[in-house]
């Protein structure tokens, strides 16, 4: 299977199963629409009659000869050796865990998922007993696993911020024991940042994730307080504190881009002018009949706007500033491995997510759908066989994925949105679907420009974007 297409004036040939990207002349790019795995070493007669008009004869043969060679390469036309792994790791270990350590936020964002704060189930905290039978819970599912992630999530995790701290030195107290280390993100919305939490964040946080959307106008539109007020002026120094002190550490500025703001590339570049080089900026997925959801009609306009905002990154990196969008990262030398490919986050199998109450869940956005509830941490329940459907969720199981170029990128999509907007796991939102093949054929195109230009190897070692002329 290969996908090919047009952007920034280069023509692409991704080649899907072996992952090998081709930057193509135009007669090779116009052969290919004669060509499958099929593919034989004499040329067939028909291309050099349709192209005959186009191409010179001889150029259209050496052409094919090259593609030809491409293809005993494995490097097009590859064959699918992946779904023979698609039920492996079905009984894998627990090695994430998103912890919801507050059911409760200072903030009012009109388009949040998690019915502003309280998933639908009531504002309230995590009480520290709790906390601590979640780090129960992921090093008794662990296995052997050795390297756990913890996401202090929310509502606001800083209005825990107590137990936070004390969950942090629960688990630092006893993981040489169990011959485990954790590595532990917060998503904040800065509100209630000051500089205690600043230090702490940066000594003890191997990731932090900032809320924040954009421009002010933009921000303060939907991320109010109670009270209707916007919070762009006090959270916006608070980060760029942070963010000074971090180091070597990881961060992101995490912001949400509605029907509101479709120019969304101003808003990177706003995040990049204050002083972030971390960024994300993602599309709202919501209800298609609330006023600032993307909807499906809206694609093209988005897509425009994912084409500037990789020419814009692309002409950056050429004058030598740097800044790393979350949507366009891709490696195209190792890339994840297998199991990543065909599974995505792991969601219900390797990662779960952990409510005030002790309840457990395949993630943070199945919270509250109580058809998904795994089991609790008190009565000491996990619901086995629904981890096992988890783990059968694959690209191979999903009808639409199966035959999809982006397969291996998207890894099935999520699959929270997929139940919530299409009503079950294995049926792909399209909305979605779209956006994550826009920015993947984006992300591609970046990769194809720095390499050629000289200021991006495309990888390390063997070249994994060849050119064909």
């Not at 980060?239 to 949400?256: E, H, P, S, W």
């Not at 990662?351 to 993630?363: F, K, L, M, S």
Request: glycine fraction near 8%.
């Amino acid at each position: 299977m290969i996908h090919k297409y047009k952007l920034g004036g280069y023509n692409i040939c991704l080649d899907v199963h072996s992952g090998a990207v081709h930057v193509l002349d135009d007669a090779a790019y116009d052969i290919l629409d004669y060509c499958d795995e099929n593919m034989e070493e004499q040329i067939p007669e028909n291309i050099l009659w349709e192209l005959g008009s186009r191409y010179d004869r001889e150029e259209i043969q050496e052409t094919y000869e090259a593609l030809y060679e491409l293809k005993k390469e494995g490097l097009l036309f590859s064959p699918d050796d992946y779904e023979q792994f698609a039920d492996l790791m079905t009984k894998a270990p627990v090695k994430s865990m998103c912890i919801n350590i507050s059911h409760d936020c200072n903030l009012r964002c009109e388009y949040c998922f998690a019915a502003k704060g309280d998933f639908g189930q009531g504002r309230c905290l995590m009480p520290l007993e709790t906390a601590k039978k979640a780090i129960d819970f992921i090093i008794a599912n662990s296995g052997t696993r050795r390297n756990l992630e913890v996401d202090f999530f929310g509502g606001e995790p800083l209005m825990n911020f107590e137990v936070v701290k004390k969950t942090v030195e629960y688990a630092r107290s006893i993981e040489k024991e169990h011959n485990k280390h954790f590595r532990f993100t917060i998503t904040t919305n800065g509100l209630l940042l000051d500089d205690e939490k600043i230090e702490y964040i940066n000594r003890e946080m191997n990731n932090a994730v900032l809320s924040l959307d954009g421009r002010k106008e933009v921000n303060d539109r939907l991320r109010v307080t109670p009270n209707g007020k916007g919070c762009y002026d006090i959270i916006v120094p608070k980060y760029q504190k942070l963010v000074a002190g971090r180091g070597d550490k990881d961060y992101y500025i995490r912001g949400t881009f509605t029907k509101y703001n479709l120019d969304f590339t101003e808003d990177v570049l706003h995040f990049k002018e204050l002083g972030f080089d971390q960024l994300s900026i993602e599309p709202v997925v919501s209800d298609p009949n609330l006023d600032y959801s993307i909807k499906y009609e809206d694609l093209p306009v988005v897509f425009k706007e994912y084409e500037r905002l990789a020419d814009t990154i692309i002409r950056s990196r050429k004058k030598g500033e740097y800044y790393n969008f979350f949507h366009f990262m891709i490696d195209l030398n190792q890339g994840p491995c297998a199991i990543k490919r065909l599974r995505g986050c792991g969601c219900g199998n390797e990662y779960v997510a952990i409510t005030p109450q002790g309840d457990i869940y395949p993630c943070h956005q199945f919270v509250g759908h109580d058809e998904y509830k795994m089991g609790n941490l008190h009565d000491g329940t996990f619901n086995t066989d629904m981890k096992l459907t988890f783990a059968k969720a694959n690209v191979y199981s999903k009808e639409n994925c199966k035959s999809c170029w982006a397969k291996f990128y998207c890894s099935g999509g999520c699959n929270a949105n997929n139940y919530q907007y299409e009503g079950d796991i294995r049926k792909s939102h399209k909305t979605s679907c779209e956006l994550e093949k826009k920015r993947l054929e984006c992300a591609i195109m970046i990769k194809a420009a720095l390499a050629e230009s000289g200021d991006e190897a495309p990888c390390d070692g063997e070249d994994c974007i060849s050119a064909c002329h």
